[in-house]
């Protein structure tokens, strides 16, 4: 008897497919009772550990599929957070080589996942009073190196890549796995490209599917998302696919991050506890509603700043 072949894998091919999960505890009366549901996606299920595993590979692989690169080519980008470990692995994936710019107060264990993939660092100074000017100068720097033939610089903000990563990833599978159902998005907003591109898909689909983006208030820091001012908005962002802003405290965002692992198992980061925040306000305000949010990655990525500990 033959056995067939069996199909295995490669690591670029466990990008994405992440699975959508029910809320059992948190939501309580505004969950069942009302008729509600509140699924969160786990894109921490990514191998790089976060939603950048989608945009990273995307970037490169769509870059590389116009001509504009070629492996061996030298690729960069200013990135503190989760971009650069994903952009780290898919490089490692590709056969790139990745030099990453970020201010020198990066945690540790961030560096350390950067490096591990291969990726080479370069660490600019951190601005005294904020990490959004230490990131600023990285990005000068990133640009000044691209002009002088040193690499090519992907630019999340403004790489449309980043986006269409969701349009035909994201959203299609949030929309199988509620078989159509779902009414409502929540997604934290850093790059927007998670809101604009899951955004665009979902309202192909049903355009009475209500978008809802999650910021941190003024003066609260929550890692990967910011409240932009007008002149700093993202290029990619396109203000009409989000129906409805809401912010969020980082006192509030991170008591849900310990209350999302120690009654519902699910050890996430600041940002995906802030679109949970989020996800209860709408469910307090609907009936038979069925929610999705955006667990963007894992709490592991937060021990050494003692949140866990609180
Ligand atoms: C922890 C975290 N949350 C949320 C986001 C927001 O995702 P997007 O850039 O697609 O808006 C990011 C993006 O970097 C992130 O790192």
């Known amino acids: 008897m033959t056995r067939p072949e069996p199909q295995y894998p490669t690591i670029e091919q466990t990008i994405g497919h992440t699975p959508l999960v029910r809320l059992q505890r948190i939501p309580g009366e505004l969950g069942t009772p009302r008729g509600n549901v509140i699924l969160g996606k786990l894109e921490g299920n990514n191998p790089a550990g976060s939603v950048k595993d989608r945009p990273a590979m995307s970037m490169i692989s769509r870059a590389e599929a116009r001509g504009d690169i070629k492996p061996g080519d030298t690729l960069i980008e200013a990135t503190s957070g989760n971009t650069g470990i994903a952009l780290a692995m898919a490089a490692a994936i590709k056969g790139y080589r990745m030099i990453l710019i970020m201010p020198d107060d990066l945690s540790v264990e961030r560096r350390a996942a950067m490096t591990a993939y291969g990726a080479e660092l370069i660490l600019t100074p951190a601005a005294g009073d904020g990490v959004s000017k230490g990131m600023e100068f990285a990005r000068d720097l990133a640009e000044r190196m691209q002009r002088e033939g040193k690499g090519r610089v992907l630019d999340q903000f403004a790489n449309p890549d980043n986006p269409l990563a969701h349009i035909e990833g994201t959203g299609p599978e949030i929309w199988q796995q509620t078989g159509g159902r779902i009414t409502h998005f929540v997604s934290a907003m850093g790059t927007t490209g998670t809101i604009t591109g899951v955004s665009t898909y979902l309202k192909q689909q049903n355009p009475a599917v209500q978008i809802v983006g999650a910021q941190p208030e003024d003066g609260s820091r929550i890692p990967g998302i910011r409240k932009w001012p007008e002149a700093y908005l993202p290029k990619i962002y396109e203000p009409?696919?989000?129906?409805?802003?809401?912010?969020?405290?980082?006192?509030?965002?991170?008591?849900?991050?310990?209350?999302?692992?120690?009654?519902?198992?699910?050890?996430?980061?600041?940002?995906?506890?802030?679109?949970?925040?989020?996800?209860?306000?709408?469910?307090a305000e609907v009936r038979d509603a069925t929610i999705v949010f955006i667990v963007c990655d894992r709490g592991d990525r937060y021990l050494s700043t003692g949140v866990f500990n609180a």
């Open 240 to 283: 009409a696919r989000v129906d409805r802003l809401e912010y969020v405290s980082q006192t509030e965002a991170e008591a849900m991050a310990r209350r999302m692992a120690a009654s519902e198992g699910i050890f996430c980061g600041i940002s995906a506890a802030g679109a949970l925040c989020v996800a209860l306000r709408v469910a």
